[in-house]
T-cell receptor
């Protein structure tokens, strides 16, 4: 079983739709949580950090449930430019801070 | 430059050939990571440096893989006697602290072993 698991998708949604991605992690010692975005043939880039209290950045909302070891990302009012792969990432304090990536969830927003 | 720089961007190697991939992290970044990304998969951890110390190499798939960062800045990932299964994109990332802040990635080196 992979340490970080995501539904690979693809998620095909129309412009303006709301879409949610979920992620689970197996290491209860995980300390930091992120969503990264990766465009086709490009490097991953940080989308947002995820905090226990939940956090919002414009159309994007991230939630963390430590008890269930579950992370989510909600995208409202999807744009064509949101089409990308979204990577769930965790770090563990007892592993030197290395980033552990999920497989990624592919999103395709259609006109 | 302002970002993480990797070279070469593309490398075609004949099976059995040795290759060396270079990473120039952001100046002053303490942490440096190497990842391997196969098509359709997320990046898989290979190894991690804090300054010149290699603190974790648990992800290196075999003893053909070797990484170094002798002066705590530039890092080299070396793959000896390349095999076809080594074909992937090799990503380097750096961060200012021990992974608790944003990690910045280079554009990667796409290695194809023929």
């Amino acid at each position: 079983r992979k340490e970080v698991e995501q539904d690979p998708g693809p998620f095909n949604v129309p412009e303006g739709a709301t879409v949610a991605f979920n992620c689970t992690y197996s290491n209860s010692a995980s300390q930091s949580f992120f969503w990264y975005r990766q465009d086709c043939r490009k490097e991953p880039k940080l989308l947002m950090s995820v905090y226990s209290s939940g956090n919002e950045d414009g159309r994007f909302t991230a939630q963390l449930n430590r008890a269930s070891q579950y992370i989510s990302l909600l995208i409202r009012d999807s744009k064509l430019s949101d089409s990308a792969t979204y990577l769930c990432v965790v770090t563990s304090g007892n592993q030197g801070g290395k980033l552990i990536f999920g497989q990624g969830t592919e999103l395709s927003v259609k006109p | 430059g302002a970002g993480v720089s990797q070279s070469p961007r593309y490398k075609v190697a004949k099976r059995g050939q040795d290759v060396a991939l270079r990473c120039d992290p952001i100046s002053g970044h303490v942490s440096l990571f190497w990842y391997q990304q196969a098509l359709g998969q997320g990046p898989e951890f290979l190894t991690y440096f804090q300054n010149e110390a290699q603190l974790d190499k648990s992800g290196l798939p075999s003893d053909r893989f070797f990484a170094e960062r002798p002066e705590g800045s530039v890092s080299t990932l070396k793959i000896q006697r390349t095999q076809q299964e080594d074909s992937a994109v090799y990503l380097c990332a750096s961060s200012s602290l021990r992974g608790n802040t944003e990690a910045f990635f280079g554009q990667g080196t796409r290695l194809t072993v023929v």
